[in-house]
């Protein structure tokens, strides 16, 4: 198995711009997790999903962001417009239930 | 709602001196308690989890916690540290009845000194 797979691993934009994330998770995981990274607040859940069904999103920032699971092997977070607050490491991660989860690589959002 | 409290944001270690990560949490259910271990620049790795039955729980790369209910503590020990024990640790605690989502601690950065 491949494992969590986020794309793309680093992108830079202008602010204003809009910004699309995108995870393939693991085959047969139900749950569906977007994190957000930072050094000012460590770890937050943004949202997450369950049997691509957005179960709870109060995570979300602001209006601004927005996440879909069109199917179970793809999620998408994005940003519009993005702002330089929104400078990030994002993390996706999907977990079976009674199992653990396990967490893509990341994609490093910079917003200038 | 739950929370962790990782006490110390960094810790520096000699190498092969003992590592101890402390974590506390506070969680209105049963708690599933977790470690994960980044390395720079990558993704949090699971080093080890309780969930049910015996209290002390053995990891990857050597270490291990201890979950002891009535001080609501998970701290992470490893006996003789490695240069390569050189990360960031988050201590995580899991919400069953809420699809099981992570609310991590703050984090724990370690340094390893020769």
């Known amino acids: 198995d491949a494992g969590v797979i986020q794309s793309p691993r680093h992108e830079v934009t202008e602010m204003g711009q809009e910004v699309t994330l995108r995870c393939k998770p693991i085959?047969?995981?139900?749950?569906l997790f977007w994190y957000r990274q930072t050094m000012m607040r460590g770890l937050e859940l943004l949202i997450y999903?369950?049997?691509?069904?957005?179960?709870?999103d109060s995570g979300m920032p602001e209006d601004r962001f927005s996440a879909k699971m069109p199917n179970a092997s793809f999620s998408t977070l994005k940003i519009q417009p993005s702002e330089p607050r929104d400078s990030a490491v994002y993390f996706c991660?999907?977990?079976?239930?009674?199992?653990?989860?396990?967490f893509g690589s990341g994609t490093r959002l910079t917003v200038v | 709602a739950q929370s962790v409290t990782q006490l110390g944001s960094h810790v520096s270690v000699s190498e092969g001196a003992l590592v101890l990560l402390r974590c506390n949490y506070s969680?209105?259910?049963?708690?599933?308690l977790f470690w994960y271990v980044q390395y720079p620049n990558q993704g949090l790795q699971l080093l080890l989890k309780y969930t049910t039955g015996a209290t002390l729980v053995k990891g990857i790369n050597g270490f291990e916690a201890e979950f002891k209910k009535s001080e609501t503590s998970f701290h992470l020990t490893k006996p003789s540290a490695h240069m390569s024990d050189a990360a960031e640790y988050f201590c995580a605690v899991s919400d069953s009845t809420a699809g099981n989502k992570l609310t991590f601690g703050g984090g724990t950065r370690v340094l390893v000194k020769p």
């Open positions: 999903f369950n049997n691509n069904v957005p179960i709870d």
């Open positions: 969680s209105s259910v049963p708690p599933y």
């Open positions: 991660a999907s977990i079976q239930e009674g199992s653990g989860y396990t």
């Open positions: 085959s047969g995981h139900d749950y």
